[in-house]
């Protein structure tokens, strides 16, 4: 039986390591498919070996030899890689620290425009981040068959395509940068909505996704998007204990203790914030994470500042025009101006979020307040046929009580 | 690399003749950049699928049959064969095609050594 505290060690290793690792053998063989196939036969080696033996003293040169084993295995077995593994057992030179940029551009390559988004999200946890495809399965809720079928088909597509192993040049990078924030922000949110109170999963996506996004940060100190995301992330973080009860059950934004929130960690998402204003025009996530900022900062539920809230969905719907952002500006504007404009704007979203749970659940707690019981009991029952979150489900689900009042909003929890 | 880009249009655009001679213009000059830089292999436009007859394997016996092979408002209208470095240097291309409002599908070409080069 494996420790917590060894599993812990075990995942700060390959998060350290496996990037660097992957990184330098892409570049090494040029070849990305056979590389990171390499460096993840390793990883489970090691997933096997260590608990029992404990971590290495060196577990990156330990990685890098089990590597290059398998490299002389397949050497036997398949004489088509022959020119490409003879590099890596011939004299090979372990050092994978001689370029700093290898693991930026692995997560370049993952992140490739020309790769479906699904599969540069667990292309990602994989090559960079040392995951096993059964682990992102299981994160994933997706059968392993499955996610291995999109693995490999991805890095068919990577070496059969020619998708090069760089950085992008300057004036391809704010396209660039975007996917790979998309795909980060993903892995953060399959995370924290995924978890449940006492969920206890081998890999932490909340945790991985705020590392590869620290990282980037310091890889890359000049984009304003990426301090953005970070702070994001560090916010959501920052009250992801506050979100369950003693007995398990979901609490709202509105009720959930602000005294455990970790202060320190809204202090610093909001010095990453004033520091990405100053680089440059604000982005999708800065008006995000500014939105949560003034959430987290808010001493009282009441005191919530949604004057600014409201300002900023403003101009985040300028840029993303998309319904969920109009939805959550919906929420801010009830606050400010009552629920008339609100309603007015939640029924014109009606045909676009017509199968999304948290439209239900919004429209519900408007009704309520218009006293159309009926109505908002029948908006619950749509949304909670429209979750498959138990967590949610039970909130909502208590909601159809008569003598429980409480209420869930798209951008209540 | 070689990549065959596939010029997808719709059919039922109709361009007037000032617009259809600005847009030739800028063609000449994105295939006239490709060749400079040596990185064209050829290419052909086509007429509308209307013009298309398609043969179906028929138990031996093949079936010539009028029209394309998929009925689609969206039609292959052309094709450029382009020899670049790697994915990223045919989607930059691919972008520049003057045709805004096509559909360009980039399609890497298989390598086959083992077959002799015929000349064309």
């Known amino acids: 039986m494996q420790s917590d505290s060894t599993v812990e060690a075990m995942n700060a290793v390959f998060r350290a390591e496996v990037g660097l690792i992957c990184g330098s053998l892409v570049r090494m063989t040029g070849d990305f498919d056979l590389a990171e196939d390499l460096v993840q036969d390793a990883v489970v080696i090691a997933l096997q070996r260590w608990p029992v033996d404990g971590v290495p003293e060196r577990p990156a040169a330990w990685l890098l030899q089990t590597a290059r084993r398998r490299a002389i295995d397949r050497l036997r077995r398949d004489s088509s890689y022959r020119e490409k593994l003879q590099l890596l057992t011939d004299g090979w030179a372990p050092d994978v620290r001689t370029d700093p940029d290898d693991r930026l551009r692995l997560i370049f390559t993952c992140c490739h425009p020309a790769l479906a988004r699904d599969a540069q999200v667990a292309l990602t946890l994989r090559a960079v981040m040392g995951m096993t495809t059964s682990q992102i399965a299981h994160a994933f809720l997706v059968s392993e068959a499955t996610m291995a079928q999109r693995i490999v088909r991805a890095k068919r597509k990577i070496v059969g395509a020619r998708i090069p192993y760089r950085v992008p040049r300057a004036d391809e990078l704010p396209e660039r940068l975007a996917e790979v924030l998309a795909s980060l922000y993903i892995v953060f949110n399959e995370g924290y909505l995924g978890s449940g109170p006492d969920l206890a999963t081998s890999r932490d996506l909340c945790v991985d996704a705020l590392w590869l996004c620290g990282l980037l940060a310091r890889m890359l100190p000049e984009e304003p998007e990426v301090l953005a995301l970070l702070a994001l992330m560090r916010l959501h973080e920052s009250r992801r204990t506050t979100r369950f009860d003693a007995s398990g059950a979901l609490v709202l934004l509105r009720d959930q203790e602000r005294s455990r929130w970790d202060h320190a960690a809204i202090a610093e998402a909001g010095a990453l914030l004033e520091q990405a204003r100053r680089l440059g025009r604000p982005g999708a996530y800065w008006l995000q994470a500014a939105i949560a900022a003034c959430h987290a900062e808010a001493p009282t539920f009441e005191e919530t500042d949604w004057a600014q809230i409201l300002a900023l969905y403003g101009a985040l719907v300028r840029i993303n025009p998309g319904p969920v952002v109009r939805l959550n500006r919906a929420i801010a504007l009830e606050h400010v101006a009552g629920p008339v404009p609100a309603m007015e704007e939640i029924d014109a979203l009606r045909a676009d979020l017509d199968g999304y749970h948290l439209y239900w659940a919004t429209r519900a707690e408007l009704l309520r307040r218009f006293g159309r019981l009926d109505e908002a009991a029948d908006a619950d029952r749509r949304a909670i046929e429209l979750t498959d979150n138990p967590s949610e489900r039970a909130l909502l689900e208590t909601r159809l009580e008569p003598t429980d009042i409480r209420a869930i909003g798209a951008n209540n929890n | ?120």
């Open chain 2, 1 to 120: 690399m070689k990549y065959v880009l596939l010029l997808i249009r719709n059919e039922e655009t109709v361009l007037d003749d000032a617009t259809r001679a600005t847009k030739y213009a800028a063609i000449d000059e994105w295939f006239g950049e490709l060749s400079r830089d040596g990185k064209l292999r050829g290419g052909e436009e086509l007429q509308p699928s209307n013009t298309a007859t398609t043969i179906r394997p028929n138990e031996g016996r093949p079936l010539v049959t009028d029209g394309p092979f998929m009925e689609s408002k969206e039609n292959v209208a052309g094709f450029v064969t382009i020899d670049v470095a790697d994915l990223d240097e045919a989607i930059a291309i691919a972008k520049r095609w003057p045709y805004e409002d096509q559909i360009v599908e980039i399609r890497p070409v298989v390598d086959h050594p083992e077959l002799s080069n015929h000349p064309v």
